[in-house]
């Protein structure tokens, strides 16, 4: 890695989880969402809440406070999805992430970042990229995709293939009766 690379300031988008504050790579994230409908997927994990409809597209959703060990979002005004791309199978796949609400984007230069502490907090560190300081607080900075296991990531993406499988019948049945809808 050049000098270049690693004194480069690197965006991250801030959200909380509980009174937690995190941080994802803004590179990593595609929008953010007002809460939507979510459609649960029956005998799915816990922390996979369901699926919505992005522009004809099923995502899935996950409680990012079920997957962190956290209570479940309660939803209010701030809740948001947050859309990211995660790899799963070498392909890039969008999943919503949901949290209590985003806070801004924001610059942290290298030299602002830590790595995850040893000891001393709830997470499992292996999908903490590091700690963040901005003003006085500190920022986790996830790695979104090491947060969900590779078991987990096929349950995920195998309820999306099934949801769009569906929506594409769905979508054939009306169109072939000629359901106007």
Known sequence: MSAAVITEATQYLTFTLEEEDFALEIGKVKEVLDYTTITKVPRMPEFLRGVINLRGN???????????????IKKTVDTCIVIVEIFIDDELTLMGALSDSVKEVIDLDPSQI????????????????????????????????????????????????????????????????????
């Open 58 to 72: 099923v995502v899935p959703v996950i409680d990012l406070r079920l997957k962190l060990g956290m209570s479940a």
């Open 114 to 181: 830590s790595p995850p502490p040893r000891l001393g907090t709830k997470l499992d560190n292996r999908f903490i990229k590091g700690m963040g300081k901005h003003g006085e607080k500190f920022l986790i900075i996830l790695d979104i995709d090491l947060v969900l296991s590779s078991d987990e990531l096929a349950v995920i993406k195998n309820s999306a293939d099934s949801s769009n499988a569906s929506l594409l019948t769905e979508a054939a049945t009306s169109s072939s009766t000629g359901d106007q809808r």
